[in-house]
């Protein structure tokens, strides 16, 4: 056991951890970025009943049940919610 004289004291700088300093930061990481597929909504077919905006794991249907293209992930459960076949998923070519 080394005597606590004996160790050298040093200055370590640590980040912090498991802290949120920027609450909201969220916002900036477009995760739209990383999508393959992407969702198409028909207009015509949309009866506005909310399962798009409900079921979207990523907060990525507006409450006006507009897709936020810098956001959806392209998972396509929007897609496959739609009970009225209102929603497509189309090749990204981004
Ligand atoms: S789930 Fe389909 S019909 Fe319902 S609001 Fe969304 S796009 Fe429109
Ligand atoms: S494809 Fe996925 S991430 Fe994009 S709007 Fe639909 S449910 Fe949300």
Known sequence: ??????LKKTKLAFNVGATITD???SINNKTGS???LKPVKNPK????CSFCWMFCPDMAVTEK????????KGCGIC???CPFGAIHMEKDDK
């Open 34 to 36: 990383w999508r393959t």
């Open 65 to 72: 049940f507009e897709i936020i293209y810098d956001y959806c």
């Open 79 to 81: 897609a496959r919610a």
């Open 45 to 48: 077919k949309c009866t506005n």
């Open 23 to 25: 609450p909201g930061n």
């Open 1 to 6: 056991m080394v005597k606590k004289s004996k």
